[in-house]
Each structure stands twice: as structure tokens, then as C-alpha cells.
């Protein structure tokens, strides 16, 4: 098979999946990096011929810098998303559930799969103690952290277990705030982190910005079909978090 037309494949593809996360979540910088990702590799097929060579060995570099950097950092975030604490015994650790979008007094997808993951580590290890975190985002009624206090509440999870953070709006927020609401409260220190596995890095990054040293990761069940849409928003996330710390 020619260049030319794994190209145009490779772009189709691109095409296709954005077109497909555009009607069935919404459009995103995600979906929106593959959009023209897609675009760039079919113009790419149809002129390539027409190019110099110079023009040529430019984008074949890029492509291949490019290639570089998005397997490195998706071996970094595997990494991030397996870790576990040294020791076998995690009694007494302290559950940082990050927040997502709610729908009205209802978690989202994502939430809901965030906190599935947490209740279930918390019936494992019940003497762990639950942070919920998020405040109130654009159009939502409620705070992301009060809705998920009570969907861990109507699914068994003892209300005293529960500490409720809702001031904060990002991820840097999520984290910072909770420290302060785990040391108000005289927590454990070993942190448990709940999100998706894509977005364990971000976090871990800017947990040990604040001083926290001992994290595990507990990832929750991402829909297989947004995966490649948030893990290329990652990507752009973690530039942020090594400049911004948020």
C-alpha cells in the first residue's frame, strides 16, 4: 500500500472519530485535535507529490518528532495510572475523588464511573476516609462535590466517611483544597487519587507540586470510544499543569 493512501485512511479515520465524538458528546479541543489532525493527513496525500524536497524531509521530521512525543507521554501516563502503594497495607488511606460534570442533580457518565471506583475501594478498605471534590461549573445548579456525596450516600457509603469539598473548579483546585480540608481534619496522608486513567499524570503531577508524597492511583472505567479524545486533551492539560500548577 502507497504512501498516499495509507494517508488518506489514516486521515478518514481521523475524520470519522471526530464526527463521531462531535454527535455523541459534543465538540471538544479532543475531538477538535483530531478534526484537523485528519484534515492535515489527506491534504498531505494530495500534494505531497507537488512538494519539494526539503518541504518533504520537514514534514517527515515532524511527523516523526510528533510520533516521538505521543508515545513517550502515553507510556508516562500508563505508568501514572498503575501505581500502587508499596505497601499491601492501605487501611486508613485518604480516597481524593476528582470532580466531572454533574447534569442538573445527576453525575455524569464519567462522574459516575469515578465514583463507582471509589465506593468500591472504599467497601475494600473501610477504614478509609472519602474527600468529594468540585465546586460549582457554568450551568450547573449544584455543586459537582454535593452530588457526588449523594450518590455515594444512596449507594451505601456511611455519611461520616465522607468529607465534601466544593469550592474548587479545576484539577490544581481539586487537589490543593483537599489537602487543606485532609490536614484540617487530621487525615491520612497516603492518598488515593479517583479518575480516569488518562488524566492520573495531571494529577499525580501536581499532587507531589503540593507536597503530597504517597499516592496510589484507582482508575475508573472509561467508555473505550472517548479515550483518544481525553488523552490528547491531556496532553495539552499537562503543559498547563507544569506551567500553571492547575
Known amino acids: 500500500m502507497n504512501r498516499k493512501r495509507i494517508l488518506i485512511i489514516l486521515g478518514g479515520i481521523c475524520l470519522g472519530y471526530a464526527c463521531l465524538t462531535c454527535l455523541t458528546v459534543s465538540l471538544q479541543f479532543g475531538n477538535a485535535f483530531f478534526l484537523i489532525l485528519g484534515m492535515l493527513l489527506i491534504c498531505e496525500a494530495l500534494i505531497h507529490e507537488k512538494l519539494g524536497k526539503q518541504s518533504k524531509h520537514v514534514i517527515n521530521c515532524l ?3 510528533g510520533s516521538g512525543i505521543a508515545l513517550i507521554l502515553i507510556v508516562l501516563m500508563i505508568g501514572a495510572a498503575n501505581v500502587r502503594f508499596s505497601s499491601t497495607d ?4 485518604t480516597v481524593i475523588v476528582l470532580g466531572a460534570k454533574i447534569n442538573e ?3 455524569s457518565l464519567i462522574l459516575r464511573r469515578r465514583l463507582q471506583a471509589a465506593l468500591t475501594y472504599a ?5 478509609s476516609q472519602i474527600i468529594v471534590t468540585g465546586g460549582q461549573g457554568e450551568g450547573e445548579i449544584y455543586t459537582e462535590s454535593a452530588v457526588m456525596k449523594k450518590w455515594l450516600m444512596d449507594n451505601g457509603l456511611e455519611a461520616e466517611r465522607i468529607f465534601e469539598e466544593n469550592q474548587a473548579r479545576n484539577t490544581g483546585e481539586n487537589l490543593r483544597y483537599s489537602l487543606e480540608l485532609l490536614r484540617q481534619n487530621e487525615l491520612s496522608e497516603k492518598v488515593v487519587i479517583v479518575t480516569d486513567s ?5 494529577a499525580s503531577i501536581l499532587a507531589k507540586q503540593l507536597g503530597i508524597e504517597q499516592i496510589e492511583a484507582v482508575n475508573s472505567e472509561t467508555p473505550l470510544s472517548l479515550i483518544p479524545m481525553y488523552t490528547v486533551r491531556e496532553w495539552f492539560g499537562l503543559v498547563k499543569a507544569l506551567v500553571l500548577q492547575r
Open 198 to 202: 488518562f488524566h492520573q499524570l495531571r
Open 105 to 107: 442533580d445527576r453525575p
Open 123 to 127: 467497601q475494600e478498605h473501610p477504614e
Open 63 to 65: 511527523g516523526l518528532v
Open 90 to 93: 492501605v487501611q486508613g488511606s
